[in-house]
């Protein structure tokens, strides 16, 4: 609550999708520019068996991710599957520990009420998605 959100689910160990969600809000963050302030994103683990505080960290650091805007958590694995279920988020785990998931960037307004979502991920990012962005920060 308080601002409007990005939200998306990712695991930090990934090396394929999972850069593309963060390169995603990086390109949201661009595209607001003196406004990127009123948005948070936020950033929901799929491992919290691995993602625990320090791997977090470490991909914090090495993303240059600005924390005074992003976050990123990893729920109790309990509630993992709840958050990807109100995201619209589905996954499964490999046998080699890696994850299969859809990747859809959420936008919530600060009560927390779905605004928009995009599974355009990336360098470019969906017009219509920047746009509910640009409008819910307004």
Not at 13 to 38: M, N, T, W, Y
Not at 49 to 78: I, Y
């Amino acid at each position: 609550r308080g601002k409007p959100r990005v939200v998306g689910m990712f695991y930090a160990s990934c090396h394929f999708i999972c850069p593309l969600i963060i390169d995603s809000g990086k390109v949201v963050e661009r595209h607001l520019g003196e406004h990127a302030d009123q948005l948070g994103i936020v950033l929901i683990s799929i491992d919290p068996e691995r993602d625990d505080p320090a791997a977090l960290r470490q991909l914090v650091q090495q993303r240059k991710l600005d924390t005074t805007r992003w976050s990123l958590a990893a729920p109790p694995a309990d509630q993992v599957r709840t958050a990807a279920g109100v995201l619209g988020v589905r996954y499964r785990r490999l046998a080699d520990g890696e994850f299969n998931h859809t990747s859809p960037l959420v936008l919530l307004d600060a009560q927390g009420r779905e605004l928009a979502r995009t599974e355009k991920i990336g360098s470019r990012v969906d017009p219509a998605f920047l746009d509910a962005v640009r409008a819910a920060v307004d």
